[in-house]
Protein backbone atom coordinates (compact mmCIF):
# COMPACT_ATOMS: atom_id res chain seq x y z
CA UNK A 1 0.00 0.00 0.00
CA UNK A 2 1.36 3.80 -0.62
CA UNK A 3 2.20 5.83 1.75
CA UNK A 4 -0.33 8.61 2.49
CA UNK A 5 0.38 12.41 2.04
CA UNK A 6 0.15 13.99 4.96
CA UNK A 7 0.18 17.98 4.78
CA UNK A 8 3.56 20.53 4.72
CA UNK A 9 3.96 21.92 7.70
CA UNK A 10 5.09 25.53 7.77
CA UNK A 11 8.71 24.94 8.14
CA UNK A 12 8.80 22.52 5.25
CA UNK A 13 7.04 25.07 3.71
CA UNK A 14 9.39 27.39 3.74
CA UNK A 15 11.91 25.41 3.11
CA UNK A 16 10.04 24.72 -0.43
CA UNK A 17 9.52 27.95 -1.02
CA UNK A 18 13.05 28.68 -0.47
CA UNK A 19 14.20 26.18 -2.56
CA UNK A 20 12.19 27.45 -5.69
CA UNK A 21 13.07 31.03 -5.18
CA UNK A 22 16.70 30.01 -5.58
CA UNK A 23 16.35 28.17 -8.65
CA UNK A 24 13.98 31.04 -10.34
CA UNK A 25 17.13 33.39 -9.21
CA UNK A 26 19.53 31.49 -10.97
CA UNK A 27 17.39 30.83 -13.80
CA UNK A 28 16.48 35.19 -14.25
CA UNK A 29 20.74 36.02 -13.71
CA UNK A 30 21.03 33.49 -16.80
CA UNK A 31 18.48 34.66 -18.41
CA UNK A 32 19.50 38.39 -18.14
CA UNK A 33 23.04 37.52 -19.15
CA UNK A 34 22.34 36.43 -22.42
CA UNK A 35 19.64 38.89 -23.11
CA UNK A 36 22.64 41.94 -22.21
CA UNK A 37 24.74 40.36 -25.15
CA UNK A 38 27.66 38.70 -22.79
CA UNK A 39 27.54 36.11 -25.26
CA UNK A 40 28.97 38.36 -27.55
CA UNK A 41 32.63 38.64 -26.58
CA UNK A 42 35.31 37.72 -27.68
CA UNK A 43 35.97 34.03 -25.74
CA UNK A 44 38.85 33.16 -27.57
CA UNK A 45 41.31 36.12 -26.59
CA UNK A 46 41.49 35.58 -22.87
CA UNK A 47 40.04 32.17 -22.14
CA UNK A 48 37.41 31.32 -19.58
CA UNK A 49 36.00 34.25 -17.42
CA UNK A 50 33.25 34.65 -14.98
CA UNK A 51 30.00 36.17 -14.98
CA UNK A 52 31.50 39.38 -13.42
CA UNK A 53 34.02 39.81 -15.97
CA UNK A 54 31.48 38.97 -19.06
CA UNK A 55 29.67 42.13 -17.54
CA UNK A 56 31.98 44.23 -17.04
CA UNK A 57 33.37 44.06 -20.80
CA UNK A 58 30.21 44.19 -22.46
CA UNK A 59 30.16 47.96 -21.11
CA UNK A 60 33.28 48.71 -23.04
CA UNK A 61 31.84 46.68 -25.72
CA UNK A 62 29.86 49.93 -27.40
CA UNK A 63 32.38 52.61 -28.25
CA UNK A 64 29.23 55.14 -29.23
CA UNK A 65 28.76 56.52 -25.63
CA UNK A 66 31.06 56.72 -22.53
CA UNK A 67 30.73 53.48 -19.77
CA UNK A 68 28.96 54.43 -16.67
CA UNK A 69 31.17 52.82 -14.16
CA UNK A 70 28.78 53.66 -11.27
CA UNK A 71 26.36 51.56 -12.42
CA UNK A 72 28.80 48.84 -13.19
CA UNK A 73 29.94 48.93 -10.11
CA UNK A 74 26.55 48.83 -8.08
CA UNK A 75 25.46 46.01 -10.50
CA UNK A 76 28.62 43.86 -9.28
CA UNK A 77 27.94 44.84 -5.90
CA UNK A 78 24.32 43.55 -6.52
CA UNK A 79 25.12 40.06 -7.92
CA UNK A 80 28.12 40.00 -5.10
CA UNK A 81 25.42 40.33 -2.38
CA UNK A 82 22.94 37.89 -4.10
CA UNK A 83 25.43 35.40 -4.21
CA UNK A 84 26.73 35.87 -0.59
CA UNK A 85 22.85 35.43 0.19
CA UNK A 86 22.28 32.17 -1.70
CA UNK A 87 25.63 30.84 -0.29
CA UNK A 88 24.37 31.99 3.20
CA UNK A 89 20.54 30.27 2.78
CA UNK A 90 22.73 26.52 1.04
CA UNK A 91 24.77 26.71 4.35
CA UNK A 92 21.36 27.18 6.55
CA UNK A 93 20.30 24.20 4.63
CA UNK A 94 22.72 21.82 5.22
CA UNK A 95 23.02 22.78 8.57
CA UNK A 96 19.43 22.01 8.97
CA UNK A 97 19.81 18.61 7.42
CA UNK A 98 23.11 17.57 9.59
CA UNK A 99 20.45 18.85 12.56
CA UNK A 100 17.67 17.09 11.71
CA UNK A 101 19.82 14.11 11.39
CA UNK A 102 21.78 14.04 14.48
CA UNK A 103 18.46 14.40 16.38
CA UNK A 104 16.47 12.04 14.31
CA UNK A 105 19.16 9.81 16.56
CA UNK A 106 18.10 11.43 20.17
CA UNK A 107 16.15 8.92 22.70
CA UNK A 108 13.51 10.59 25.25
CA UNK A 109 12.48 8.09 28.07
CA UNK A 110 9.32 6.72 28.20
CA UNK A 111 8.28 8.25 31.24
CA UNK A 112 9.05 11.05 29.75
CA UNK A 113 7.00 11.38 26.43
CA UNK A 114 3.36 12.25 27.21
CA UNK A 115 3.13 9.99 24.84
CA UNK A 116 3.88 7.29 22.66
CA UNK A 117 1.67 8.03 19.37
CA UNK A 118 2.41 11.64 19.65
CA UNK A 119 6.48 11.17 20.22
CA UNK A 120 6.39 9.07 17.58
CA UNK A 121 8.39 9.49 14.11
CA UNK A 122 6.70 8.52 10.82
CA UNK A 123 9.88 8.79 8.90
CA UNK A 124 11.86 5.67 10.24
CA UNK A 125 8.10 3.76 10.26
CA UNK A 126 7.21 0.98 7.64
CA UNK A 127 4.31 0.80 5.71
CA UNK A 128 2.57 -1.17 8.13
CA UNK A 129 3.56 0.59 11.10
CA UNK A 130 3.34 3.94 9.52
CA UNK A 131 -0.40 2.79 8.62
CA UNK A 132 -0.93 1.63 12.27
CA UNK A 133 0.15 4.91 13.34
CA UNK A 134 -2.55 6.54 11.42
CA UNK A 135 -4.93 4.42 12.50
CA UNK A 136 -4.46 5.23 15.85
CA UNK A 137 -4.26 8.82 15.71
CA UNK A 138 -7.88 8.82 14.24
CA UNK A 139 -8.85 6.57 16.52
CA UNK A 140 -7.56 9.21 19.25
CA UNK A 141 -9.38 12.00 17.26
CA UNK A 142 -12.62 10.16 17.12
CA UNK A 143 -12.63 8.77 20.87
CA UNK A 144 -10.90 12.06 22.37
CA UNK A 145 -13.15 11.62 25.63
CA UNK A 146 -12.55 8.00 26.14
CA UNK A 147 -8.92 8.62 25.53
CA UNK A 148 -8.56 11.31 28.40
CA UNK A 149 -10.89 9.12 30.31
CA UNK A 150 -8.40 6.34 30.18
CA UNK A 151 -5.16 8.87 30.58
CA UNK A 152 -6.65 9.65 33.60
CA UNK A 153 -7.19 6.40 35.01
CA UNK A 154 -3.90 5.19 34.13
CA UNK A 155 -2.55 8.31 36.18
CA UNK A 156 -4.57 7.51 39.19
CA UNK A 157 -3.61 3.72 39.00
CA UNK A 158 0.21 5.28 38.86
CA UNK A 159 -0.06 7.53 41.78
CA UNK A 160 -2.39 4.73 44.16
CA UNK A 161 0.92 2.72 43.49
CA UNK A 162 3.44 5.24 44.32
CA UNK A 163 1.36 5.71 47.42
CA UNK A 164 1.50 2.06 48.01
CA UNK A 165 4.88 1.80 47.45
CA UNK A 166 5.56 4.69 50.11
CA UNK A 167 3.53 3.77 52.47
CA UNK A 168 5.40 0.03 52.06
CA UNK A 169 8.41 1.68 52.39
CA UNK A 170 7.55 3.48 55.73
CA UNK A 171 6.06 0.71 56.91
CA UNK A 172 9.28 -1.27 56.63
CA UNK A 173 11.17 1.70 58.30
CA UNK A 174 9.07 1.73 61.23
CA UNK A 175 9.25 -2.10 61.47
CA UNK A 176 12.78 -2.21 61.46
CA UNK A 177 13.10 0.38 63.80
CA UNK A 178 10.55 -1.25 66.02
CA UNK A 179 13.04 -4.57 65.76
CA UNK A 180 15.87 -1.96 66.38
CA UNK A 181 14.31 -0.50 69.88
CA UNK A 182 13.33 -4.43 70.36
CA UNK A 183 16.87 -5.46 70.38
CA UNK A 184 18.50 -2.35 72.40
CA UNK A 185 15.81 -3.05 75.12
CA UNK A 186 16.67 -6.88 75.35
CA UNK A 187 20.16 -5.98 75.23
CA UNK A 188 19.39 -3.80 78.34
CA UNK A 189 17.29 -6.30 80.08
CA UNK A 190 20.42 -9.04 79.53
CA UNK A 191 22.69 -6.63 81.30
CA UNK A 192 20.49 -5.31 84.15
CA UNK A 193 20.77 -9.56 84.83
CA UNK A 194 24.09 -10.05 84.44
CA UNK A 195 24.42 -6.87 86.69
CA UNK A 196 22.28 -8.65 89.08
CA UNK A 197 24.46 -12.16 88.81
CA UNK A 198 27.34 -10.51 89.67
CA UNK A 199 26.04 -8.23 92.90
CA UNK A 200 24.70 -11.70 94.10
CA UNK A 201 28.29 -12.85 93.77
CA UNK A 202 29.54 -10.57 95.54
CA UNK A 203 27.30 -10.33 98.12
CA UNK A 204 28.09 -14.41 98.87
CA UNK A 205 31.62 -14.25 98.76
CA UNK A 206 31.61 -11.43 101.56
CA UNK A 207 29.52 -13.24 103.48
CA UNK A 208 31.92 -16.78 103.02
CA UNK A 209 34.64 -14.46 103.98
CA UNK A 210 33.72 -12.76 106.93
CA UNK A 211 34.12 -14.41 109.93
CA UNK A 212 31.23 -12.83 112.52
CA UNK A 213 28.53 -14.41 110.04
CA UNK A 214 26.44 -17.28 111.42
CA UNK A 215 26.39 -19.39 108.47
CA UNK A 216 28.74 -22.17 109.42
CA UNK A 217 27.09 -24.95 107.90
CA UNK A 218 27.98 -26.84 105.19
CA UNK A 219 28.97 -25.76 101.84
CA UNK A 220 28.23 -27.96 98.93
CA UNK A 221 29.69 -27.56 95.64
CA UNK A 222 26.24 -25.24 93.94
CA UNK A 223 26.68 -22.87 97.47
CA UNK A 224 30.00 -21.89 96.36
CA UNK A 225 29.65 -18.94 94.02
CA UNK A 226 31.54 -19.80 90.60
CA UNK A 227 32.60 -16.69 88.27
CA UNK A 228 30.55 -17.91 85.58
CA UNK A 229 26.80 -17.19 84.35
CA UNK A 230 24.54 -19.66 84.83
CA UNK A 231 23.05 -21.42 81.83
CA UNK A 232 19.90 -19.34 81.92
CA UNK A 233 20.01 -15.93 84.12
CA UNK A 234 17.26 -16.99 86.36
CA UNK A 235 17.15 -17.24 90.49
CA UNK A 236 18.41 -20.99 90.11
CA UNK A 237 21.44 -21.78 91.80
CA UNK A 238 24.39 -24.21 89.53
CA UNK A 239 24.54 -27.48 90.61
CA UNK A 240 26.58 -29.92 90.34
CA UNK A 241 25.05 -31.58 87.50
CA UNK A 242 24.90 -28.71 85.47
CA UNK A 243 28.76 -27.53 85.61
CA UNK A 244 31.27 -29.22 84.00
CA UNK A 245 35.00 -28.36 83.71
CA UNK A 246 35.14 -27.55 79.86
CA UNK A 247 32.72 -25.09 80.89
CA UNK A 248 34.91 -23.20 83.50
CA UNK A 249 37.12 -21.29 80.03
CA UNK A 250 38.90 -18.38 79.76
CA UNK A 251 35.90 -16.74 77.74
CA UNK A 252 33.34 -17.82 80.13
CA UNK A 253 35.63 -16.45 83.35
CA UNK A 254 35.95 -12.98 81.17
CA UNK A 255 32.68 -12.44 80.57
CA UNK A 256 31.57 -12.67 84.21
CA UNK A 257 34.18 -10.91 85.91
CA UNK A 258 35.42 -8.52 82.67
CA UNK A 259 32.45 -7.09 81.02
CA UNK A 260 34.48 -4.69 79.27
CA UNK A 261 37.07 -6.50 78.11
CA UNK A 262 36.71 -5.69 74.21
CA UNK A 263 38.06 -2.50 74.74
CA UNK A 264 42.13 -1.73 73.80
CA UNK A 265 44.54 -0.24 76.58
CA UNK A 266 45.51 2.57 73.84
CA UNK A 267 44.53 5.40 75.85
CA UNK A 268 45.08 6.88 79.50
CA UNK A 269 41.14 5.91 79.62
CA UNK A 270 41.56 2.34 78.53
CA UNK A 271 45.04 2.06 80.55
CA UNK A 272 42.95 2.60 83.80
CA UNK A 273 40.41 -0.01 82.36
CA UNK A 274 43.28 -2.52 82.09
CA UNK A 275 44.64 -1.20 85.90
CA UNK A 276 41.33 -2.28 86.81
CA UNK A 277 40.77 -5.92 84.92
CA UNK A 278 44.14 -6.80 86.58
CA UNK A 279 43.11 -5.72 90.26
CA UNK A 280 39.83 -7.80 89.59
CA UNK A 281 41.80 -11.06 88.68
CA UNK A 282 44.09 -10.63 91.32
CA UNK A 283 41.04 -10.45 93.92
CA UNK A 284 39.50 -13.67 92.35
CA UNK A 285 43.26 -15.37 92.11
CA UNK A 286 42.74 -14.49 96.45
CA UNK A 287 39.88 -16.12 96.88
CA UNK A 288 40.22 -19.33 94.34
CA UNK A 289 43.34 -19.83 95.47
CA UNK A 290 43.97 -23.83 95.88
CA UNK A 291 45.78 -23.43 99.18
CA UNK A 292 43.76 -20.41 99.91
CA UNK A 293 40.76 -22.00 99.30
CA UNK A 294 41.40 -25.36 101.02
CA UNK A 295 42.65 -23.35 104.53
CA UNK A 296 39.39 -21.23 104.82
CA UNK A 297 36.67 -23.13 103.32
CA UNK A 298 37.29 -26.62 102.16
CA UNK A 299 37.09 -27.48 105.93
CA UNK A 300 33.28 -27.37 105.46
CA UNK A 301 32.55 -28.60 102.05
CA UNK A 302 31.14 -32.42 102.62
CA UNK A 303 33.31 -35.49 101.61
CA UNK A 304 31.00 -36.50 98.76
CA UNK A 305 31.79 -32.72 97.03
CA UNK A 306 35.27 -32.34 97.98
CA UNK A 307 36.94 -34.22 94.91
CA UNK A 308 34.72 -32.05 92.66
CA UNK A 309 35.62 -28.56 94.15
CA UNK A 310 39.17 -28.90 94.22
CA UNK A 311 38.91 -29.96 90.54
CA UNK A 312 36.71 -26.84 89.63
CA UNK A 313 38.85 -24.40 91.86
CA UNK A 314 41.98 -25.90 90.33
CA UNK A 315 40.26 -24.68 86.99
CA UNK A 316 39.36 -21.72 88.29
CA UNK A 317 43.00 -20.87 89.14
CA UNK A 318 44.38 -21.67 85.94
CA UNK A 319 41.98 -20.02 83.81
CA UNK A 320 42.71 -16.73 86.04
CA UNK A 321 46.69 -16.83 85.17
CA UNK A 322 45.76 -16.64 81.31
CA UNK A 323 44.02 -14.32 81.74
CA UNK A 324 46.23 -12.43 83.81
CA UNK A 325 49.24 -12.90 81.18
CA UNK A 326 46.73 -11.64 79.04
CA UNK A 327 46.50 -8.39 80.86
CA UNK A 328 50.14 -7.89 81.20
Known amino acids: MTKLRLKRTPAEELERAQRKAHKAAKKAAKRKRKEGGYDSLDDTAAGPSTGKKKHAAAAFSDGSHNPDYDAIRAELEEMQFREKMWGALEDDERLGGIDSRFNGY?????RWAPDKHDSADPQYMGDDEYAEWIREGMWKKKHAREYEEQA?????????RAREKEIKAQTSRLERLALEQEDIRRKERQRQREE???QRYEQRWKALLDNRTKDHGPLTFKDIPWPLFPAQLSKQRVSDS???????SSEAVAAFLLPDSGDNATSVKN???????RDKIKETLLRYHPDKFEGRLMNRVPESDRENVREAVGQVARVLNVLMSEQS
Open 152 to 160: KRDAEKAAR
Open 242 to 248: SLKMEEI
Open 106 to 110: SHIPD
Open 271 to 277: RDVSRRK
Open 196 to 198: EYR
